[in-house]
């Protein structure tokens, strides 16, 4: 798999913490397989919308990637319930749904982008890179290689 | 059936299927079922809720199913590996979830719930009230089914609206 520059956080140098969402295993598997190879960390999984809002207080990750569509509760939801409590979250939706109804009223709800299934790794990459750099978290990688 | 309901489906399949396994995908078969569905290998179902209701279903052989998976995972992945069907399900997610995003963004408004793999007990359900069309694709690895039964009901109610008289 290709390796991309590292992403640090600029507070600490350490690899940016993330928590993945997303009912299925594989689809979990596959995106803690890419933000390896991002140089990130997993800070925590879960598997619908209800345990991600236990599981982002629990662990306050850097960034959450979201799934839309699980069990019990969905990504939508839970984006909103998360901003609420926490307005510094940020949170990038991946999902197989992408419609613009959808989109939408995830950025409404506090949603900072959006990635559509199958991920390419490339654009995933620099969503991420964009949020992050975007709050300062990141000392923003790319532009340290473009000097 | 409406075929504009289904034509983003074997878009999504053909474009899905393409990327994922770098080699282009044929339809074979194109046909209509009446009676009871009949699994093919390893099956996901999706159900809708909304203007559109109904179901997919996507049937994988063995060896697609077993190709799929270790193309996902990064790695050779046995066909008895539990990883398997999972695969399958997240292939669905994909297929379908392109799919309804076009049907979405065309003005269809529904609502699709999360794949889940088919289990013995439902396959004979799965076909016993509804008309389904079958695509079947060929790939280097084996067949490909999406056994699709959906209904628009929208136009129904409309047709149900009361109408003046007299």
Redesign the interface.
């Known amino acids: 798999m290709k390796q991309f520059e590292p992403l640090t956080r600029k507070s600490d140098s350490q690899p940016v913490r993330y928590l993945v969402v997303d009912d299925s295993v594989f689809a979990r598997k596959s995106l803690a397989r890419l933000i390896e190879s991002f140089g990130g960390q997993i800070a925590g999984e879960a598997g619908d919308g209800v345990s991600a809002i236990a599981e982002y207080a629990r662990v306050k990750p850097d960034i959450v990637l979201m799934d839309i569509t699980m069990p019990q509760m969905e990504g939508i939801e839970a984006v909103e319930r998360i901003v609420q409590e926490h307005p510094e979250a940020r949170i990038v939706m991946v999902s197989s749904v992408g419609y613009q109804d959808n989109i939408l009223a995830a950025l409404q709800k506090g949603a900072r982008h959006f990635v559509q299934k199958p991920v390419k790794p490339d654009a995933l990459y620099e969503i991420i890179r964009y949020v992050l750099n975007d709050d300062g978290v990141t000392a923003g990688a790319g532009e340290e290689h473009a000097r | 059936m409406r075929m504009d309901l289904i034509q983003p489906f074997i878009g999504s399949l053909d474009a ?1 299927l393409s ?2 396994m770098r080699a282009p995908a044929t339809i074979a078969d194109l046909a209509m079922e009446e009676a009871g569905y009949r699994r093919k290998g390893t099956a996901a179902v999706v159900l809708f809720r909304g203007q559109i209701e109904g179901r997919i279903i996507l049937d994988m052989d063995p060896a697609a199913a077993t190709y799929i998976a270790s193309l ?3 790695s050779e992945v046995d066909p008895s590996d539990p ?1 398997v069907p ?2 399958v ?2 292939l669905a ?6 799919a ?6 065309r003005g269809f408004q529904f609502k ?3 794949p889940s793999l088919l289990k013995e007990e439902q396959v004979e359900k799965a076909g016993e009230d509804s008309e389904a069309t079958i695509l079947c694709f060929e790939t280097r690895q084996g067949s490909v089914h999406l056994n699709i039964a959906m209904r628009y009901l929208a136009r129904r109610s409309h047709e149900r609206a009361p109408v003046a008289v007299g």
Do not use: H, K, R, S
């Open positions: 899905v990327e994922m996902l995972a990064d990883i999972e695969a399900c997240e997610n994909m297929v379908i979830g392109n309804v995003t076009q049907l979405n963004d699709v719930l999360p």
